[in-house]
T-cell receptor
Framework: RKEVEQDPGPFNVPEGATVAFNCTYSNSASQSFFWYRQDCRKEPKLLMSVYSSGNEDGRFTAQLNRASQYISLLIRDSKLSDSATYLCVVTRSFYNQGGKLIFGQGTELSVKP | DADVTQTPRNRITKTGKRIMLECSQT?????MYWYRQDPGLGLQLIYY???????NKGEISDGYSVSRQAQAKFSLSLESAIPNQTALYFCATRSGRGPNEQFFGPGTRLTVL
């Protein structure tokens, strides 16, 4: 079983739709949580960090449930420019491992006109 | 100019050849990482370095070696390339202080024939 697992894609949605991505992680020692965005054939870029209290950045809302080891990303009012692969990422901060990111395989989103 | 650069951006080589991929950064970060990305597998950590005297293996270091020539430079070598090393390779950097965000280079697409 992979340490970080995401919904299989692709998600094909019309402009304006609301879409939700789910992610689960298996290591309860995971300490930090993120969503990265990766455009086709380009480098991943941080979309947002995820906090236990939930956090919002414009049309994007991230939630973390530590008890269930579950992370979500909600995108409201989808735009064509949201088309990308969304990567769920966790870190484990053992001694001398600081900042090592564990990536999910990614979920592809395609927003259509 | 990009903060994290990688050279070459694309490379086609033959089985058994020695290949070096180079990464440079101007962010002043002390931590640097090498990942490979294969379709459907997400990013996997090959090696990471906390400073010029600190090199650590990641999950998939077999067949690879690295050199941290300076704080700003971290190179990845394939001593004898094989076809299953065909992948997209990313270098990333992170500050040793503050948020866990990693900044990625644009990637090197390597094909081993």
């Amino acid at each position: 079983r992979k340490e970080v697992e995401q919904d299989p894609g692709p998600f094909n949605v019309p402009e304006g739709a609301t879409v939700a991505f789910n992610c689960t992680y298996s290591n309860s020692a995971s300490q930090s949580f993120f969503w990265y965005r990766q455009d086709c054939r380009k480098e991943p870029k941080l979309l947002m960090s995820v906090y236990s209290s939930g956090n919002e950045d414009g049309r994007f809302t991230a939630q973390l449930n530590r008890a269930s080891q579950y992370i979500s990303l909600l995108i409201r009012d989808s735009k064509l420019s949201d088309s990308a692969t969304y990567l769920c990422v966790v870190t484990r901060s053992f001694y001398n491992q600081g900042g090592k990111l564990i990536f999910g395989q990614g979920t592809e989103l395609s927003v259509k006109p | 100019d990009a903060d994290v650069t990688q050279t070459p951006r694309n490379r086609i080589t033959k089985t058994g050849k020695r290949i070096m991929l180079e990464c440079s950064q101007t962010k002043g970060h002390d931590r640097m990482y090498w990942y490979r990305q294969d379709p459907g597998l997400g990013l996997q950590l090959i090696y990471y370095s906390f400073d010029v005297k600190d090199i650590n293996k990641g999950e998939i270091s077999d067949g690879y070696s690295v050199s941290r020539q300076a704080q700003a430079k971290f190179s990845l070598s394939l001593e004898s390339a094989i076809p299953n090393q065909t992948a997209l390779y990313f270098c990333a950097t992170r500050s040793g202080r503050g948020p866990n965000e990693q900044f990625f280079g644009p990637g090197t697409r390597l094909t081993v024939l």
